[in-house]
C-alpha cells in the first residue's frame, strides 16, 4: 500500500512539472537565463517571436513557481532583471538534455 502512495505522489509532483515546462516559451525563457541575468528588453530580444504581454504572463508563473526571481535594480536608471533560481538551474540543466536530444534527433 505504500508503493502505492509514493507512485500517486510522485505521479501528481511530475504531472505539475509538465504543466509548467509544457507552456509554451518556458523552456526559451529558462534557456535565454542560465548564462546569466536578463533584463525583460534582453529576454525580449532573444526570442522575438514571444510578445510582450505574454512574456510578462510566463515571467510571473515561472516566478510563482520559484524558478526565476525578478530583481528591481534602485541604480538611475531603475531597472528590472530576472535571474534564475537554484530550482530555476537545475530545471534548465534538465531541459538541456531535451534540448541535446532534439538537436540531434530533430
Known amino acids: 500500500m505504500l508503493q502505492h502512495k509514493e507512485s500517486k505522489y510522485l505521479c ?9 515546462i509544457g507552456k509554451k516559451w518556458v523552456n526559451l525563457i529558462i534557456h ?3 548564462e546569466e541575468p536578463k533584463r525583460f528588453s534582453e529576454i525580449h530580444s532573444f ?3 514571444l510578445s510582450k504581454r505574454m512574456l510578462i504572463e510566463r515571467t510571473k508563473e515561472l516566478e510563482e ?14 531597472r528590472t532583471e530576472y535571474s534564475l ?6 530545471l534548465g540543466r ?13
Do not use: F
Request: glycine share 4%; net charge negative; proline share 4%.
Open 94 to 106: 534538465a531541459l538541456n538534455a531535451v534540448e541535446n536530444w532534439a538537436e540531434k534527433w530533430l
Open 32 to 34: 535565454s537565463l542560465m
Open 65 to 78: 513557481n520559484g524558478i526565476i526571481i525578478r530583481n528591481v535594480i534602485t541604480e538611475r536608471p531603475v
Open 85 to 90: 533560481t537554484r530550482k530555476g538551474i537545475e
Open 12 to 20: 501528481e509532483k511530475v504531472e505539475i512539472a509538465h504543466q509548467i
Open 47 to 49: 526570442i522575438p517571436d
